[in-house]
């Protein structure tokens, strides 16, 4: 029987603030919870409209919105809650957790991590080609201009097909978002100029800047960088070990596309991977040799809508789940129930204890019917 | 003087041989071995066969640790074990199938599924009252293709050696090993980063544990305790109740157990007959000195024996004593002892009790219980009510929040495989037993198959107000929506 668990509390991230603010919202309410939510501060406008809206709308008695930076979220921390789920970054993810360590307190952490796309379908047809270029430019610059959980991180392409996909990445990039800097339409900013700064400096680094082979242009006053395409960035560069969370697209080439499992696997387990292939055994062994929270086959971003399928991490990209049914379950206590009747008593169980006792209960758990019958007719001894 | 020094560093086991292990059993598992389904069903087998050619020697250890009768070792540790190996190896097969998940109009065209897979390399830490049933979440770790590490509890010695003994050599010492040893053995491992840590214990370590495992962000299923409360109403068979309480308290290694009864709470006019009930059937099963009783386990240590010894004598406590009382220092026993209201702010109320003391609280009217019980502050792992009264039953189901609850017996719903297994608030957090063992060692990996049909030109940018129309239409799934939408689309 599932109950709710009590009091929550709900951290949400920046980027896609009404989502991942009210999808959890929902789940603890569904389950029966009573709920304090925690948007972050770097999205003020978004925050101030939670506060004011919300109380409005919902019981205020039951689920409130609080707004504040870091300190806030600490000071609510140090208290004792019947659960936390938090979305955000793997850093502050373990302080939550320590934080509800100390309460026994139960957390669902929605983290990140480099979702990688691999990418096969290119010389399939032109079509499934272009197919393909639109949903990873979708994928990337489409939800929050990169600064998405489940964003493409980087692509993993065989070297004889990069430069085709450069060329079909260009003109789908130019087609949705805009010829060039000047011209950015239908793309969000960067949040702020602290993200700003640290995207521009994984670009400082002169072998990631040589890579470069689209874009790269910023403007520091509008806080925009414009969709970045890099070709083989150094391997062991901030770009290519930090989650980039923007516009900055590293495609890495291979001499085989089979290649791509054991570069995912050297990476620390994502959110999602993205995997465009035909190839059914090359997606059974993806399947079954790498490990990621979702695996999506031909597209990106989607998987976020299937209400039936679990959204969460696993390793560094977190844990717990969400979503449907998911977010009533993470929200709630699974109570087991078992109804005893007074009959039949099974005397065997309470001593003194004999060994016709113990074997009869042997006989009993294994349901062994044919044993009991012997053991009670006396043919059977232990 | 270097060889003996060298001999030294060998046997202690710090941090760096905790790394070690942990990296010999991570190389094992990226090989893929633990993941075939011919090597789970290896390890299961082979676990059967080791439990079934030691049970004279397991039954031995217990008594040494615990004086633990050989009827609850048979039965609650081997038994149940065997029980679990036998489940997974039958449906293991289809417990490793993926899950197909629906899929809807939004995504459509597509197909979902839920994989599951190991979580790679898992660290089982155990308790000591029931040593061999340490195994029961390392079935369920094998049988969801994990490495393993069980860390059993250093205060039942004998098991815990027997146990290293034992699964060194009937099973893959390069995918599961144990790793014995105290408070230093135990922190080292915990420093290392582990795919998953299931703790059985109590709620002072469970939070070392999970601020240890907050450092690598690894999930964690903490199994611990709490002051089980049994409600007893007059409406009932009081013989058969009676012997239910006794065998979940005393019958599972003398109260020393997370599911034990804790405490009673009758109403004021039923107790004096209820605790008349407990001294009969307490003289039949254990004799008139249950302190010669072989069917009795001791105290597990003097600190334990010690902590009870004080939760009796404690002034206003003591004079409530109405049957028992009787210990031996020397052989660690306490006779099962029932207390008749004692004082509720008493230590022998607030703290878990895990020995063999009983205290009854009255009420007036069973209603009040439930106040009781949530009053008594944390959220215990089991509750049990003993009624015929089916409102009474609803309510307790409805109200009353622990693990899980039982109507009319006490702990039997550990043995019942397709119940989950596990606490909430201060009784723990997670779940196992039977596939919710399987479940907790696995990650259900969300897949989604689409196609290149069919591509919906309308999520791309230029981002129009009709494109918007007709997306958020088809998201909502309504079709009247999506005609409209549509129309206005052509219309526009």
Redesign the interface.
């Known amino acids: ?1 599932p ?1 709710p ?2 009091v929550v509390l709900i951290f949400s991230s920046w980027n896609f603030p009404f989502t991942l603010a009210l999808d959890p919202l929902i789940g603890a309410i569904s389950a029966g919870n009573t709920v304090l939510l925690k948007p972050s501060d770097l999205a003020p406008a978004c925050i101030s409209f939670l506060v004011e809206t919300i109380p409005k709308y919902l019981d205020n008695k039951a689920i409130k919105v609080v707004a504040g930076g870091a300190d806030i979220g600490e000071r609510l921390l140090q208290l004792k809650w ?1 659960k936390i789920f938090y979305t955000g970054s ?1 850093r502050v ?3 939550v ?2 934080a ?3 309460h ?1 307190t ?1 957390v669902t ?1 929605e ?1 990140g991590g480099k979702c990688p796309a691999i990418v096969d ?1 290119l010389s399939t047809t032109p ?2 080609a272009k ?2 270029a ?2 990873i ?2 994928g990337k610059w ?1 939800p929050c201009n990169g600064q998405a959980c489940i964003a493409i991180d980087y692509l993993l392409v065989e070297e004889k097909l990069a430069s085709a996909l450069i060329e079909l990445l260009k003109k789908t990039i130019k087609r ?2 805009g010829e060039n800097i000047k011209s950015l ?3 969000s900013r960067i949040v702020n100029e602290h993200q700003f700064q640290r995207l521009v400096n994984l670009l400082k680094d002169p072998n990631v800047a040589d890579s470069i082979v689209y874009g790269g242009s910023v403007d520091e006053e509008k806080l925009v960088i414009e969709p970045t395409i890099l070709l083989d960035p150094p391997l062991d560069s901030e770009i290519m070990s930090e989650e980039i969370f923007g516009p900055l697209l590293p495609i890495i080439t291979l001499k085989n596309i089979e290649e791509s499992i054991n570069f995912i696997n050297s990476k620390s387990n994502p959110l999602v991977i993205y995997a465009f292939t035909e190839d059914e055994t090359f997606k059974k062994r993806i ?3 790498t ?9 990106s971003m ?2 976020f ?7 969460g991490g ?3 990209s ?4 969400y979503h449907g049914k998911y977010s009533f379950d993470t929200f709630s ?10 009959y039949p ?1 099974i005397e065997p ?5 004999t060994d016709f ?2 074997l009869f ?2 006989l009993a ?1 294994e349901f062994d019917y044919f044993g009991l019958i012997l053991l009670l007719l006396w043919f059977k001894r232990s | 003087m270097l060889m003996e020094n060298k001999a030294e560093n060998k046997a202690v086991f710090d941090a760096e041989s905790a790394n070690e292990v942990v990296k010999e059993l991570r190389d094992s598992f990226v090989t ?1 071995k633990t ?1 075939s389904y011919r090597w789970r069903v290896t390890q299961l087998k082979a676990m059967l066969k080791m439990l079934d050619e030691n049970e004279p020697q397991i039954v031995a250890a217990l008594r040494d640790d615990l004086s633990k ?3 609850e070792s ?2 609650y540790e081997i ?1 149940i074990v065997n ?1 679990l190996c036998r489940l997974a190896l039958k449906e293991m097969n289809h417990w490793m199938m993926p899950e197909k ?4 109009l ?2 459509f065209p ?1 197909s ?1 599924e ?2 599951s ?1 190991p ?2 390399v898992v660290l089982v830490i155990s308790a000591w009252n029931y040593p061999f049933l340490s195994l029961d979440p390392v079935v369920g770790a094998i049988s969801a293709g994990n490495a393993i590490v069980l860390k059993p509890s250093e205060m039942a010695p004998a098991s815990s050696s027997l146990l290293a003994k034992l699964v060194a050599d009937y099973l893959d010492s390069s995918c599961i090993k144990v790793v014995e040893g105290a408070v230093p053995e135990t922190s080292a491992l915990l420093e290392q980063k582990w ?1 998953k840590i299931l703790y059985t214990g109590n ?1 002072r370590v ?2 070392i544990v ?2 240890a ?3 690598h ?1 690894t ?1 964690v299923v ?1 199994e ?1 305790g709490g002051k089980s409360p049994v409600i007893v109403v007059s409406d ?2 009081l013989k ?2 009676t ?1 239910r309480i ?2 979940g308290k005393w ?1 599972c290694n003398n109260g020393q157990a997370c599911v034990s009864p804790d405490y009673i709470i009758t109403t004021k006019d039923y107790a004096t007959k209820l605790v008349d009930s407990f001294k009969c059937e307490l003289e039949r ?3 008139k000195d249950p302190l010669e ?3 009795l386990s001791r105290i597990v240590n003097s600190d334990h024996f010690d902590r009870l010894s004080k939760l009796i004598d404690e002034e206003k406590v003591s004079s409530k004593i109405v049957h028992g009382g009787q210990r031996n220092e020397k052989n660690l026993q306490i006779a099962p002892t029932i207390l008749l209201d004692v004082p509720v702010n008493s230590l022998i109320m607030k703290e878990e009790i895990f020995g063999p003391l009983l205290p009854i609280i009255t009420v007036d009217k069973v209603e009040q219980s439930f106040d009781l019980i949530h009053s008594s502050g944390g959220k215990p792992l089991a509750a049990y009510l003993f009624t ?1 009264n089916k409102k009474l ?1 609803r309510k307790f ?2 109200t009353v ?9 006490t702990a ?2 550990l043995a ?1 495989h397709s ?3 596990g606490g ?3 009784s ?4 196992y037993h039977g596939k919710f063992s399987f479940d907790a060692f696995s ?10 049909a069919g ?1 919906a030109f309308l ?5 129009t107000p009709g494109k918007l129309t007709l997306l958020q239409a088809l ?1 909502s799934g309504s079709i009247v929506g999506i005609i409209r939408a549509l129309l206005g689309w052509f219309w526009a």
């Open positions: 029987m109950q668990l009590g019947d793997p993810g373990r302080l957790m320590a509800a360590a100390k026994l139960p952490l983290l379908t079509s499934k197919v393909t639109k949903r430019v979708g489409g949705f978002y339409k239908s793309i399947l079954s040799e490990s990621s929270g979702t695996v999506t086959f031909n597209d989607v998987q809508l299937c209400d039936s399928l679990p959204f696993v390793g560094q977190g844990f717990g789940r206590h699974e109570k087991s129930i078992l109804h005893r009747g007074f008593e169980r309470y001593p003194p204890w006792k113990l209960i042997k758990y | 893929g993941k009768p050989e009827f048979s039965l038994q029980n998940a629906k899929t809807s939004t995504t597509s979902a839920i994989v897979e979580l790679g795919d709620g469970a939070r999970m601020a495992a907050a450092k962000l999930p903490l611990l009932i068979n058969v109740a012997r006794i065998a019958g099963f254990y004799g009783s072989k069917d015929n039953k189901v409805e929040s622990a693990g899980g609850l039982v109507v009319n017996d039997v719903h019942i119940l989950p297994f909430v608030g201060e723990g957090m997670g779940s990650h259900k990996k969300a897949v989604l198959y689409r196609g290149f591509d999520r791309y940018p230029p981002y998201l």
